[in-house]
């Protein structure tokens, strides 16, 4: 009666007991000639339970309530491929690693391949207005060829979307051109220098907007200002227009960004990629008019003269079209890497960025750099990495099976 009570009903056929059976049987016997001298007294619990195989029911955690747990899929890959989940970590580490590592390779590399040839066409052919608009126009381009063959997924959109990103497109277009303007009357290096002092202006405007920042933020734009003040003066190649230019393209740049987040954050199913071919679109029909009104009437002219300058019409095309495409492709790069890094890793690449740029262009275009100049600059970079860390947010403590 006992056995029928315990054991399901089934038509298999019973196998010899084990010797361990033969223990709890005794046992069992035992308890009950002790139970006949004993009547208050019932079974033990934990010796009349049947005995479990650990081969079968070990390998699955019992919750309280009595349920198993689920295995995460990647535990479940590991134990069917019979690999370690410590080898599976480290293999998708290192594939995020080099994946990393080809984004940014690709972001710098595209990025002096921008600036050298930009600069060289506006050597060639100082109008910064059209050559911007290009750039834009590239961009559109680009970016309705990868909507249209579906590399890209096109977002849905609707006028809410439009009239929200009117602000941002603004201000992207004011940064765009008055880079553009920069490069044309300075040095690729005293421009970038200057557009390293963009915290300062993040943090005020921010601050006009009710954003507070703790004293170490404050501390770090220090040197950002001491770098690019000693910079300026000793700059060989000077301009205030060059100057001017890379200030108000921080300005542009920031109040961007401020007004992205205000008025963009309803629209989080757009991504990074998608939100920047948008923000081209309407910044190439904000830039296009106004560069026709301001520059239109010596297009004409400074194009034979930049024919004649080139040697070759192929040449200057094929600058023109390579400042074009890869004004867009370094954006897009950035944009992915954001995707996969944090926001203080892509701060500090994009300042080391600033720095192989510098060093390119000096190289290239071998421009003097007087050593005040240098230790100005080098002054203004460090201040921005500082700026980086002290505006970095430690990151939550998760549970410690998270890789």
Known sequence: MLSLNLLPSSNATLSKPSSRHRINASLLDRNRAQSLRNPGHGFSPAICRIPESRSDFGRFPVHH???????????????????????IGASKKAGMNKKLAIVF?????????????????LNI???????????????????????????????????????ALLGPALFHTVGHISACVSFSKVAVSFTHVIKSAEPVFTVMFSSLIGDSYPLKVWLSILPIVFGCSLAAVTEVSFNFGGLWGAMISNVGFVLRNVYSKKSLHRFKEVNGLNLYGWITILSLFYLFPVAVFVEGSQWVAGYHKAIASSGNPSTFYLWVLIS????HLYNQSSYEALDDISPLTFSVGNTMKRVVVIIASVLVFRNPVRPLNALGSAIAIFGTFLYSQATAKKPKIEGAEKD
Do not use: H, T
């Open 65 to 87: 309530f009595g349920k198993f747990s689920r295995l995460p899929s990647q535990k479940v890959g590991a134990a069917a491929s019979g690999a370690p989940d410590g080898e």
């Open 105 to 121: 390779g690709l972001w710098y590399f595209q990025n002096i391949v921008f600036n050298i040839y930009n600069k060289k066409v």
């Open 125 to 163: 052919f100082p109008y910064p207005w059209l050559l911007a608009s290009f750039q834009l126009f590239c961009g559109s381009v680009w970016m309705l060829m990868l909507w249209s063959s579906k590399l890209q997924p096109c977002p849905k959109i609707d006028k809410s979307f439009i009239i």
């Open 324 to 327: 074009g495409i890869f004004y």
